[in-house]
């Protein structure tokens, strides 16, 4: 069975946000390591570090992962920014790495009118430069809706950012569910859901998929809008997630819920997750 849970606040303290998971039995988790909305964060505490650990220890979550800052953009050509986000995304798997966390996700980032490859080509040489800054961890590439000039909406840019990075061993792939059918992947039907995967599978290779976003989507397929909605209430609909949940490929991947609202929807949505299964 795969490991279902969903993205926490840790406003609370690690130990409530352990409590509240095992409240709607999740057993995977992503969270972010610090405040997502700004360049700068005070490190970890000690207390902090052993209170996540002691969490962890005690609760029935198997997997958590870190979701990166929204602010990152590692595909830019503006040396500040460029700088700004090698640093905080450097600082997350550090993190990640104090907590003994293994997956950091990020989004690849806006080339801003510079061109797919410039970005794709800024992205590889800024992780090269992260995985310098710190030997621990792994880096997620997540698959984003193509908004803007947004870089990662085909299968063919992670591909290519994996590529190009000295370290390929650390980069994987996660794979949101609202975001490739925004970027114009089917999934809500079998045979559109095997020739997506198989895509992936022969683009990417499926060794690199480590972790899935659960999320519906609240406008139809190809639009390339960045919009989340609750299970099933979306243009995905209950069959795409029972398509995946069912997907023996995938019966040990964490799948991690960023459905808009609170702890109750998130209970109610794994609530429909699990009766799938
Ligand atoms: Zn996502």
């Known amino acids: 069975m795969p490991y279902l849970g969903a993205h926490f606040s840790i406003s609370d303290g690690f130990l409530k946000m352990f409590e509240t998971a095992d409240s709607i039995k999740c057993s995977a988790v992503q969270i972010f390591a610090k405040n997502q909305r700004r360049w700068e964060s005070k490190s970890l505490a000690k207390g902090e570090i052993d209170d996540f650990k002691k969490g962890f220890r005690s609760s029935n979550v198997k997997y ?164 989340h909605e609750f299970i099933g209430k979306g243009f995905l609909g209950l069959k795409s997630f029972e398509l995946i949940l069912k997907d023996r490929r995938f019966k040990k991947h964490p799948m991690v819920l960023e459905v808009p609202g609170n702890v109750k929807d998130y209970e109610r949505d794994l609530k429909i997750l699990y009766s799938m299964l």
Do not use: M, W
């Not at 995304?89 to 950091?104: F, G, P, Q, T």
């Not at 840019?157 to 994996?162: E, V």
């Open 64 to 227: 958590v992962n870190i979701h990166a800052s929204y602010l990152l953009n590692l595909a830019t050509k503006d040396e500040e920014i460029f700088q700004k986000s090698i640093n905080n995304l450097s600082d997350d798997l550090k993190r990640a790495e104090e907590l003994k966390i293994e997956d950091v996700v990020f989004h690849p980032g806006n080339h801003l009118g510079e061109g797919e490859e410039f970005g794709i080509r800024r992205v590889a040489q800024a992780l090269d430069i992260i995985f310098e800054n710190v030997g621990y961890g792994n880096i997620l590439l997540e698959t984003t809706a193509g908004q803007g000039s947004s870089i990662g909406y085909r299968f063919e840019h992670l591909r290519d950012i994996i590529a190009k990075v000295k370290k390929q061993e650390r980069v994987f792939v996660c794979y949101d569910t609202c975001h490739t059918f925004e970027a114009g992947y089917d999934i809500r039907e079998k045979d559109s859901y095997e020739k997506t995967f198989e895509d992936f599978d022969r683009i990417i290779g499926l060794k690199k998929l480590k972790l899935f976003h659960l999320n519906d989507s609240k406008f139809d397929k190809g639009l390339k809008k960045d919009r």
